[in-house]
T-cell receptor, first 112, second 117 residues
């Protein structure tokens, strides 16, 4: 069975500082994809970043980077230079064998 | 731009009526689509996996007769909430798996807010 664990229900960060959102996963599959999504208060799900299980380099997309540690089964999201608009709920997800599993989410609040 | 489109974004319906939500993949053929429901401040709950040309696979506890899923084409899956009741009010979101490349990329629709009055 697949499982995603996000241990931080809520996080606070000062504007312009970096923040790391934790995500650990559990799967017996060798091939899988890891995703991070942002869900603002409007409810839509915004794709942020993707890491394939066979990718050797950590994925980066603008201010977002994924700290992928395969042996530890962790896929933490790092947001650099936080902005007020980054305040939202963040979901870590894994897809494998055509199925997606989501974590419970982390609510990030950026303080001015 | 969006690669998975969900419609409508907002819908209000009367109790006892049915409402249909559409999920379309815009630039790829999605053999597999997923339907989720999100309760306030909670994670997405997978309701069912929709496979083109075959019956949907429902998760345990999801009433298949109430939440009808049809995946008649490679770009369209629909979720019909039949005989809706106020407790069905929720945020429903679909996703589609892109079979190209490694086949592990999932794109989400924008979501649909359903309010049953």
């Amino acid at each position: 069975a697949q499982k995603i664990t996000q241990t931080q229900p809520g996080m606070f960060v000062q504007e312009k500082e970096a923040v790391t959102l934790d995500c650990t996963y559990d799967t017996s599959d060798q091939s899988y994809g890891l995703f991070w999504y942002k869900q603002p208060s409007s409810g839509e799900m915004i794709f942020l970043i993707y890491q394939g299980s066979y990718d050797e380099q950590n994925a980066t997309e603008g201010r977002y980077s994924l700290n992928f540690q395969k042996a530890r089964k962790s896929a933490n999201l790092v947001i650099s230079a936080s902005q007020l608009g980054d305040s939202a709920m963040y979901f870590c997800a894994m897809t494998s064998a055509g199925k997606s599993t989501f974590g419970d989410g982390t609510t990030l609040t950026v303080k001015p | 731009g969006a690669v998975v489109s969900q419609h409508p974004s907002w819908v209000i319906c009367k109790s006892g009526t049915s409402v249909k939500i559409e999920c379309r993949s815009l630039d790829f053929q999605a053999t597999t689509m997923f339907w989720y429901r999100q309760f306030p401040k909670q994670s997405l709950m997978l309701m069912a996996t929709s496979n083109e040309g075959s019956k949907a696979t429902y998760e345990q506890g999801v009433e298949k007769d109430k939440f009808l899923i049809n995946h008649a084409s490679l770009t369209l899956s629909t979720l019909t909430v039949t005989s809706a009741h106020p407790e069905d009010s929720s945020f429903y979101i679909c996703s589609a798996r892109d079979p190209r490349g490694a086949g592990n990329t999932i794109y989400f629709g924008e979501g649909s807010w359903l309010t049953v009055v």
